[in-house]
């Protein structure tokens, strides 16, 4: 079975610092990650994703995720953080045997403080 | 162009009533799917078709039907409307349902079964 964990139900950061909002992972095989973004009363909207390839991935406002196999991790990061990105995080990854099925984390909610 | 379009944006029912949600993307996709969205567990897959004429159940595909009745227009049916389904419904689709690539999701339906 395929599955992602977000430990942290809420981040807080203050505007200007560095975040990270944490994913780990569970695939026998080759994963394909994704990170999604759900600002308030709004549908999801895609960030970033690992298919394969560089171990950094770049997405969407400036955000990046590190992809670690030895961790099984897919962290999403960004170096300095906006009071604007404060939303609900979401991690997934794709079933390797139906790539239309996706498994989606709990959601973690980001709060940056001016 | 509109991306995913759903309606109704948000429903009452009372228990054992029906509805269809209704969903329409405008970007030729193939793949199309319904998630539900509840506090603390993240989207759940339950229904998806992957091209138009074909349906398969997801995670929690229980309590629902599912309609793909053009290329552009998927629908989610409630035949008797429980309390537990009260959720926030997301549409979305997907070029083709391959690896790499993203899902584009609708606005969501908040539905509230009393």
């Known amino acids: 079975a395929q599955s992602v964990a977000q430990p942290e139900d809420q981040v807080k950061v203050a505007e200007g610092n560095p975040l990270t909002v944490k994913c780990t992972y569970s695939?026998?095989?080759?994963?394909?990650l994704f990170w999604y973004v759900q600002y308030p009363n709004r549908g999801l909207q895609f960030l970033l994703k690992?298919?394969?390839?560089?171990?950094l991935v770049k997405g969407s406002y400036g955000f990046e995720a590190e992809f670690n196999k030895s961790q099984t991790s897919f962290h999403l990061k960004k170096p300095s953080a906006l009071v604007s990105d404060s939303a609900l995080y979401f991690c997934?990854?794709?079933?390797?045997?139906?790539?239309?099925?996706?498994?989606f984390g709990s959601g973690t909610k980001l709060n940056v403080k001016p | 162009n509109a991306g995913v379009t759903q309606t109704p944006k948000f429903q009452v029912l009372k228990t054992g009533q029906s509805m269809t949600l209704q969903c329409a993307q405008d970007?030729?996709?193939?793949?199309m799917y319904w998630y539900r969205q509840d506090p603390g567990m993240g989207l759940r897959l339950i229904y998806y078709?992957?091209?138009?004429?074909?349906?398969d159940k997801g995670e929690v595909p229980n309590g629902y039907n599912v309609s793909r009745l053009n290329k552009r227009e998927f629908s989610l049916r409630l035949e008797s409307a429980a309390p537990s389904q009260t959720s926030v419904y997301f549409c979305?689709?997907?070029?083709?349902?391959?690896?790499?690539?993203?899902?584009?999701f609708g606005p969501g339906t908040r539905l509230l079964v009393l």
């Open positions: 979305a689709s997907s070029e083709s349902g391959v690896a790499w690539e993203t899902q584009y």
């Open positions: 695939v026998s095989g080759n994963p394909y």
């Open positions: 690992y298919i394969t390839g560089d171990n």
């Open positions: 997934a990854v794709r079933d390797i045997n139906n790539f239309n099925k996706f498994y």
């Open positions: 970007m030729n996709h193939n793949s």
């Open positions: 078709s992957a091209s138009e004429g074909t349906t």
